[in-house]
């Protein structure tokens, strides 16, 4: 589907498919239409090999950390806008080690800094940013309150 239009697939498959309305700057409308035929095309497969790839760097992560530390890094990324510049290994290591040091976080939710430092530097970056992502999501959804962060890290 483009422009709200079917395509003959579309029409041939019957399906309608929920759209999207993303917001690129300039540089990435380039990127798509100089990789691929139109942006539209090119939209239509990175969002969702973008989605494929977050949630596959999700699953392979969660047996890593603990609740606790979940808990601790979901509260590092509390009033935080994750940037898609700052969404490397570096700056996941930044701000957990900074919410440690300044609030004691980690103290909060029985974590270890320790531990948790030597898991995160094990992760690469897409990994890192996936985890930064599903962080600072929670603090965006609707069910976002203190009661809920045990449920939202339980079905991580």
Avoid at 67 to 72: F, P, Q
Avoid at 120 to 136: H, I, N, Y
Wanted: aromatic share 10%; proline share 2%; charged share 25%.
């Amino acid at each position: 589907m483009i422009d709200g239009r079917l395509s003959s697939a579309d029409e041939t498959m019957g399906a309608f498919m929920p759209q999207v309305a993303a917001r690129i700057n300039d540089e990435q409308e380039r990127w798509l239409k100089d990789y691929f035929r139109t942006k539209s095309a090119g939209a239509e497969f990175i969002l969702p090999w973008a989605v494929d790839t977050f949630f596959r760097a999700i699953t392979n992560i969660k047996t890593i950390f603990s609740a606790a530390e979940l808990k601790t890094i979901v509260e590092a990324h509390k009033d935080i806008k994750l940037m898609p510049d700052h969404s490397r290994l570096n700056y996941l290591l930044l701000r957990v080690t900074d919410a440690c040091d300044m609030n004691n976080i980690h103290l909060r939710h029985g974590a270890s800094k320790s531990s948790l430092e030597a898991k995160l530097k094990g992760l690469d970056d897409t990994q890192a940013t996936a985890l930064m992502v599903w962080a600072s999501a929670f603090w965006v959804s609707r069910n976002c309150s203190a009661e809920n962060l045990d449920d939202y890290i339980s079905s991580y």
